[in-house]
């Protein structure tokens, strides 16, 4: 294995340096603002925009108490669904666990789940619900991270996805995401930047939802 | 060779393929509409970003510097991966990087294998030899899916079904389930969905591609809309990534840039559905996600490849734009063109990564009226790419008879008065063979032009003795 990889690498350097004598060997030059985009002077309306734009749901929501109650308006609809609810900053503020209990609905508790004991309810689910990292103006994106308490799943199996955040998760442009992430903590196992429902055109262009991943995205803003 | 083989396997027949594509109606339509449609969504992509022209210089820098200090960049990410407890692979040739899968999935003891969208597997010819291994291998990018259950080959780079109609992917979804569908394509996606997620349950081994390898940290990057690629790299207990060597990117700060242009390049989304950065394993207290990560960098031609002036393909990050754009890809579709990577980038690949003399048409199946490189979200100069090609070609075998053409033609032109003489005779000669001013028939080697296109005839009188008068 050390010897394929060391003539591997021994290939790679020499044509790498062969191919350098004619020239093209740019430093990387610092990018300035090339490509920033920004929010405008709304991120909120633009994040709400842009996410509608790529067939998401918004709901911009001044409190907590707003915010319970569209969640409750959207699990409500679909009285015998099966929750999935995570768990972080965000939700724990909305107490969403006993106001959906109260309510007599069927939640799981992703923190009540260990791996063995997981893969039904996450294949079972009909509803996720999950915090967020970050929000993207720009694109309209939330961001996703892997946790104990948020798996992958949860935001990708349930056909239905409501995602609650906060005003303070907005960031203007996808450059502020990743200069953000660069600067703190190393990158989780897995994130995800989610634009929108999942999407195919495979067949005749013709757009459908919903093709693997959830085919509806709520994400509710608390703007207080 | 029967009509459907061309979708079915690789093949040299450029101009059969071609052919017979050009009186194929229902791909004429769906191709019209594909890249009509992609076209006019990458123009506004770009649009809508501004300055996206230096954002797309910008991008190519990142490539170039890359590049150039590739071997740099590889130990990088090589050691990133390690840090974070997951596995490198080097694989030189496409049959080593067939034979690393099938070591991982045996050692693993995996026997169902679920795949995200990836032409480098495509490449290596991955799933013949998975299955060869006992391994069941489903593709579950839906278009993917609808080719592998037909038995073909992807005909477009992110449309990989796009020569399919509604009515022909019931047919193939109806014979593999043994039950009719409809032909609408809501519930054809739909049962998509439903196999597709029994098999997701199932697999004990996830097998993806990379959009970008990022060095520093450690993190493959995979960009879908359907949602697949996480699919794969949630539910299997291994991961496994297949990434050639020119997808690595110095920085986490590089990939936004890329990330801007990619969906803008490829439909004129702001951002494709689901962007997917993974980081190594699964971590302690995580619920789901691999419990190994194994990272497989192939090289298969392409470090032959970064030592000669045909470096810039390597810059392609496989967005399908100048397939779109290319008035020669939008008549013919993929499949004409032979290999794995069809239109103007594949038509520099196939011969790079394959044998130029085996694929003697490809470099001349352009106009070079540089579409693909207006479209292009990286700027690869493909047109001058395929005049070295044909450079090639030219040394490889030369043609005397063109030679002694070019002399002849030399010898005239330093000879006014011979030239003069010569371009009278030759109108003359051509008189009774023009037709309104134009020569719809020349003899001899004239007929290749004039078997597709007329030739405008010699002026009656030539441009030398008006500019006398005027």
Known sequence: MTTSREAFLQRVRQAAAEGNRA???????????????????????????????????????????????????????RPAAQILLGEGAALD????????????????????????????????????????????????????????????????????????????????????????????????????????????????LRLVTGVHGPGELHVILVTS | MPANDYARHEHHAFLDASTQALSDAPLQAALTRL?????????RGYAALGDSDQLRDHAKCIKEHTLAHLDHYLEQLEASVHKLGGHVHWASTAAEARQIVVDIARQANCTRAVKSKSMTTEEIHLNPALQAAGVE??????????IQVAGERPSHLVAPAVHHTRESVARVLSGYLGEPLPDDARSLALTGRRVLR?????????????????????????????????????????????????????????????????????????LSVYTTLITGPRR?????????????????????????PFRESLQCIRCGACLNACPVYRRIGGHAYGGVYSGPIGSILTP????????????????????????????????????????????????????LAYRLWAALLRRPWLYRSALRMAGLLLRPLTDNGWLRWLPGPGGGWTETRDFPAPAARPFRERWKRL
């Open chain 1, 23 to 77: 020239g093209a060997t740019p430093s990387l030059e610092p990018r300035g603002t090339v490509g920033y985009q920004g929010a405008g002077p709304d991120p909120v309306a633009r994040f709400a925009e842009q996410l509608a734009a790529a067939g998401g749901f918004p709901y911009v929501v001044p409190d907590g108490a707003t915010a319970i109650r569209t969640v409750m308006d959207l699990v409500q609809r």
């Open chain 1, 93 to 204: 503020a909305l107490d969403l666990r006993r106001h959906l209990l109260e309510a007599g609905l069927q939640v799981t508790l992703v923190s009540s789940l260990n791996v063995s004991s997981s893969r039904d309810p996450f294949f079972a689910a009909d509803i996720g619900i999950s915090g967020v990292a970050y929000l993207v103006a720009e694109t309209g994106s939330i961001v996703v991270v892997s946790r104990p308490d948020e798996p992958r799943s949860l935001s990708l199996l349930p056909p239905v996805h409501i995602a609650i955040a906060e005003r303070r998760q907005l960031l203007p442009d996808l450059f502020d995401l990743f200069e953000t992430l660069g600067a703190g903590e190393p990158l989780p196992s897995c994130l995800s930047l989610i634009t929108g429902p999942s999407k195919t055109g495979d067949i005749e």
């Open chain 2, 35 to 43: 890249t009509g449609t992609l076209m006019a969504a990458n123009r």
């Open chain 2, 137 to 146: 291998v489903t593709e579950t990018d839906f278009g993917e899916f609808i």
């Open chain 2, 198 to 270: 029994a098999k997701f349950r199932a697999a004990d081994l996830g097998i993806s591609g990379a959009n970008f390898a990022v060095a520093e940290t450690g993190t493959v990057v995979l960009v879908t809309n359907e949602g697949n690629g996480r699919l794969t790299t949630t539910c299997p207990r291994v991961h496994v990534a297949l990434v050639g060597i020119e997808k690595v990117i110095p920085r986490l700060a590089d990939l936004p840039v890329f990330l801007k242009l990619l969906a803008r390049a490829a439909t004129g989304q702001t």
């Open chain 2, 284 to 308: 302690p207290g995580e619920l789901d996600g691999p419990e190994e990560f194994h990272l497989v960098l192939l090289d298969n031609g392409r470090s032959r490849i970064l030592a000669t």
């Open chain 2, 352 to 403: 790079l990564y394959d044998s130029v003399s085996e694929n003697p048409h490809l470099p001349h199946a352009s106009s070079l009226c540089g579409a693909c490189q207006a479209a292009c979200p990286v700027r690869i100069n493909i047109p001058h790419m395929l005049i070295g090609l044909r450079e090639l070609q030219h040394h490889d075998r030369p043609n005397r008879w063109e030679g």
